[in-house]
């Protein structure tokens, strides 16, 4: 707050995630769900709380070390470099990586993971600029799952995507979870794609379940 005083936005979360659930997380403007998902991901520094991955304390694990295997996805995808492919390869040009990381794909493996994943109308040597919205996100959703995060957070990763390119995203998302045992929490404002297994809305008293 801007005199510094403090707020509390949310308290009491208390959330234990399986491995391959996709959990929607939802909620008005403002009740603080990108927040928590900050937080899950370690990049809040005004969040509190105790966060484990597989019983293991995310004490034992440096920030870095954590978000290798928590990974936060912004509405945004922020691509670097020139082209798909360079994009793709850039988490292991980065200093702190997963073992996962330790070399770079190449151009084939690429382009068999972009298949796989659905993502073969995207040519590796397609200048990032040119990128649709919908193929941008597909590519950062890619680049993300190279470095063989367990935990994905997706904050409304398909709110600007028309209905075919969010299909393709929830199809990808779904595929990971199934195939690559991964857990997603997203938060969404669209209408229900029938992915998650849960659906929670965030209030100020915690997370409450909507359906099931
Ligand atoms: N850096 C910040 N400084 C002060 N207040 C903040 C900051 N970031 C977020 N907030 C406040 O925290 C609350 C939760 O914000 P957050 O973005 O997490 O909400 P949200 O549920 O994701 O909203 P939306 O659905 O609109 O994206 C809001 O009241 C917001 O104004």
Redesign the pocket.
Known sequence: ?PNGSK?T?FAHVDLTVQSGEIIDIT????????????AFARLNR?STGQLALHGISAKQYSPAKWRTQVAYIPQQPILIGETVADALRMPFGMRIRHPAQSHAPNDLKLEQLLTTLGCADIEMQRPIHELSGGQAARISLARTLLTKPQVLLA??VDAALDPDNAYLVSQLLQHIATHEHVSIIR?R?SADDGIATRTLI?NPEGLHHVNQ
Do not use: F, Q
């Open positions: 707050m707020k936005i909620g008005p403007s403002g009740c603080g769900k990108s927040t928590l998902l900050t005004y904050d409304e938060v404002h965030l």
